[in-house]
């Protein structure tokens, strides 16, 4: 049991890590985001669910979706959802700034690949404009 409920602890703190990384800090403008964020998660898991809580979340800071793998991740805590919501309570300043850690690396990969990608259109663009000087 121990084991499943870190899994589900596990994945609810990737799911933050989706919701933090999608948060538009410019447009919010405030002294300390990461006071604001753990603030609101620990106010987010007042509610009833995960769902709720997540929802509740993404409205705060004008999310309107989230990437499909936060919606899988969602499904490994639903079975472990309130005691989730009441570790996360109590102990929101570990999980929410695991959460930014983890948002940060997934800008990062994010960043990395839309620069291969654009890397990979040059290459493409710099062939086809080859081919049409022939």
């Known amino acids: 049991m121990w084991e499943e409920l870190d899994d589900a602890l596990q994945a609810f703190t ?3 890590a989706y919701i ?22 620990r106010a ?3 509610r009833a ?3 709720e809580a997540v929802s509740r979340l993404c409205n705060h800071f ?3 979706s989230l990437p499909p793998a936060a919606i899988v991740l969602l499904k490994k805590v639903r079975d472990y959802e309130d005691e989730v919501l009441d570790i996360v309570a109590r102990e929101h300043i ?3 700034m695991e959460a930014v850690l983890l948002a940060q690396t997934l800008r990062r990969r ?6 291969l990608e654009n890397a990979e259109d040059e290459d493409g663009r710099e062939d086809s404009q080859d081919s049409r000087a022939d």
């Open 49 to 51: 669910t995960v769902n």
């Open 110 to 115: 994010s960043f990395a690949q839309l620069s």
């Open 62 to 64: 004008g999310i309107q």
């Open 14 to 16: 990737q799911v933050l």
């Open 94 to 96: 570990t999980y929410t």
């Open 20 to 41: 933090y990384a999608s948060i538009n800090w410019k447009r919010i403008k405030v002294k300390s985001p990461h006071d604001v964020w753990n603030h609101r998660v």
């Open 44 to 46: 987010a898991m007042s």
